[in-house]
C-alpha cells in the first residue's frame, strides 16, 4: 500500500523551519501591540454566504476557490479563504463597534484557496492579517499601511515597493465601471478568454489581468481618477500626504485592482523584488461596505495581510536574521543504568526551574547520551560516584572544563552562567 502524502498545495512546516516562523510572527504580535491592535482569534471555517457576499460572487476567490462542502446537518460550510469578512463577522456578532466604537483586532493562521500551486502560493497559506474598524478617515489608512511597513522593516525586509491605489466608492466606482465596460467592448477582441468573461461580471479586474496583449488594452484605458467623487478624492491626497508626512516612499499603479470585492477608495500592496511571480507580500485597503454586505450596521474599515510563507521566502532569500534558533541549555547524561533516576530528577528540576534541559528516555548508552548533549551549553553527568555523595559533574561543553559541586547547587551554577 502507498505511502500518504499530504494534499497537493500543502506542506509540513518542520522544526528547522518553524523556529523562524514564530520569529517572524512574534516580531509581528510585538508590533501590532506597539501600533495598538489586539490579538483575536476566529473559526477556520464560516458559512459559505459570509465569502460570498463579502469577498464578492463574481470574485476568482468565490467562483473558483474555495473549499466549499456540506456538513453533516446540510449546510454549506467554507474554509476561509482570507480573514476580512471573518473579522468583520465577529465584531458585529460581539458588537465591538457598537455606538461608533472602533476595534483594531489582529489575527494570524491558515487559508485556504484552490489554486494552481507554485512558488509562494500554496492551497493552504498562512497569513497575518491586521483590521481597523470603525474609523472612516485617511490617518486609519495611513496607521494600517505603516503599521505593515513598520513589520517588514523590524524584520530587515529590503527591496520592497508600497503600491497604492483608490478603487472609488459605490457612489463613482459604477461611473468608473461603465466607461471600462464601454472602452473594453470596443476591444474584445484583443482580450483573453478570461477577461472577456469578466467584461460585464467584474470590468475592474481586466486592469489587473498580467496577459500581455490584455495588457496592451489596459494602457488605454480610461484613468480611474477621472471617475473618483470629491469625497475619495480628498481621502486618496489625505492617504498619500499622511505617507509622506512619515516618510514613506510609494508608487501609484491606477491598475492596481486587489481580487476581493469589498474594496472601496485605498487599496495597495507591498511587493518584494525577490519573489518571482507571485511578489506580493502584503495586500489590504478600505473595506467601508463590508459590514453592510454581510448584514451589519454600517461599520468602515481598512487593513491588511501578508502572506507569512511568502515573507518566510523573501527573508530566506535576502540572508535575513531569524534571531537565535532555540537550544537547550543542559544535557543531563547518566554514566551507568542506576543512575538513570536520579538524572530524571535533575533535568526535571532545571526545567522546573526556567532552564531549558534534556535528558535520554530511550535508554541509550553514555556514548550517545554525549553525543546529544553536543548542541548543549552543560551536560550534568551523574554516576555512582555522585550518587553516593550527592554531587554532579558539569562539563562546559563550549570549553572542555569540568567540575564537581552539589547537585542541590546545581540550578544556581547554571542560571549564573546561562
Ligand atoms: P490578498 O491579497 O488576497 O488579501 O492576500 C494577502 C496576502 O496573502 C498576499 O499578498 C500574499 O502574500 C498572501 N497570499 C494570498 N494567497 C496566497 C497563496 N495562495 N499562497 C501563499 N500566500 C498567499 C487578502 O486576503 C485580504 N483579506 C487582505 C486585507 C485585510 N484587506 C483588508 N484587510
Not at 453533516?72 to 474554509?79: E, F, K, P
Not at 525577490?274 to 459590514?291: I, K, S, T
Not at 461599520?299 to 537565535?324: H, K, N, T, Y
Not at 532552564?355 to 553525543?371: H, L, N, P
Amino acid at each position: 500500500m502507498p505511502a500518504i502524502i499530504a494534499p497537493r498545495g500543502t506542506r509540513d512546516i518542520l522544526p528547522a523551519e518553524s523556529w523562524k516562523w514564530s520569529y517572524i510572527i512574534n516580531t509581528a504580535s510585538k508590533t501590532m501591540t506597539d501600533f495598538g491592535f489586539r490579538e483575536i482569534h476566529l473559526p477556520v471555517f464560516e458559512h459559505t454566504e459570509l465569502f460570498a457576499r463579502g469577498v464578492g460572487e463574481t470574485t476568482d476567490i468565490v467562483e473558483k476557490e474555495m473549499y466549499t462542502f456540506n456538513d453533516r446537518g446540510g449546510r454549506s460550510i467554507t474554509l476561509r479563504p482570507e480573514a476580512t469578512a471573518g473579522v468583520m463577522r465577529a465584531a458585529i456578532e460581539n458588537n465591538l463597534c457598537a455606538q461608533g466604537a472602533s476595534a483594531k483586532l489582529w489575527n494570524w493562521g491558515p487559508m485556504f484557496r484552490h489554486e494552481r500551486p507554485q512558488k509562494g502560493r500554496y492551497r493552504q497559506f498562512y497569513q497575518i492579517d491586521a483590521e481597523c474598524l470603525g474609523i472612516s478617515g485617511a490617518m486609519a489608512d495611513v496607521e494600517v499601511i505603516a503599521l505593515s511597513i513598520e513589520i517588514f522593516r523590524r524584520l530587515g525586509l529590503k527591496n520592497l515597493e508600497v503600491v497604492i491605489n483608490s478603487v472609488g466608492c459605490e457612489k463613482c466606482r459604477p461611473v468608473y465601471r461603465q466607461k471600462l465596460v464601454d472602452y473594453f467592448s470596443a476591444h474584445l477582441g484583443e482580450l483573453c478568454e478570461t477577461c472577456k468573461d469578466r467584461l460585464n461580471r467584474n470590468p475592474l479586474r481586466i486592469l489587473d489581468c498580467k496577459k500581455e496583449s490584455c495588457g496592451r488594452v489596459s494602457d488605454g484605458a480610461p484613468d480611474i481618477f477621472d471617475s473618483l467623487c470629491d469625497e475619495c478624492r480628498e481621502h486618496f491626497a489625505e492617504v498619500r500626504s499622511g505617507l509622506e508626512r512619515l516618510g514613506f516612499t510609494y508608487t501609484l499603479n491606477k491598475r492596481l485592482v486587489r481580487g476581493l470585492d469589498y474594496y472601496t477608495k485605498t487599496a495597495y500592496e507591498i511587493l518584494s523584488g525577490d519573489l518571482g511571480a507571485q511578489n506580493a507580500v502584503a495586500g489590504g485597503g478600505r473595506y467601508d461596505n463590508l459590514a453592510s454586505a454581510i448584514g451589519g450596521a454600517k461599520i468602515p474599515g481598512v487593513g491588511f495581510a501578508c502572506g507569512l510563507d511568502r515573507v518566510a521566502l523573501v527573508m530566506e532569500e535576502q540572508g535575513c536574521s531569524f534571531g537565535e534558533m532555540p537550544a537547550v541549555t543542559v544535557y543531563c547524561v547518566a554514566l551507568d543504568n542506576e543512575s538513570r533516576g536520579a538524572v530524571q530528577v535533575l533535568t526535571h528540576k532545571f526545567r522546573t526551574e526556567g532552564i531549558s534541559a534534556e535528558c535520554d528516555t530511550s535508554g541509550r548508552g553514555f556514548k550517545a547520551q554525549m553525543k546529544s548533549a553536543g548542541s548543549c551549553k552543560f551536560a550534568c553527568i551523574i554516576g555512582a560516584d555522585e550518587r553516593a555523595n550527592n554531587s554532579v559533574a558539569v562539563k562546559n561543553l563550549s570549553d572542555g572544563s569540568q567540575i564537581s559541586i552539589p547537585v542541590d547547587e546545581a540550578v544556581t551554577y547554571i542560571k549564573e552562567r546561562m
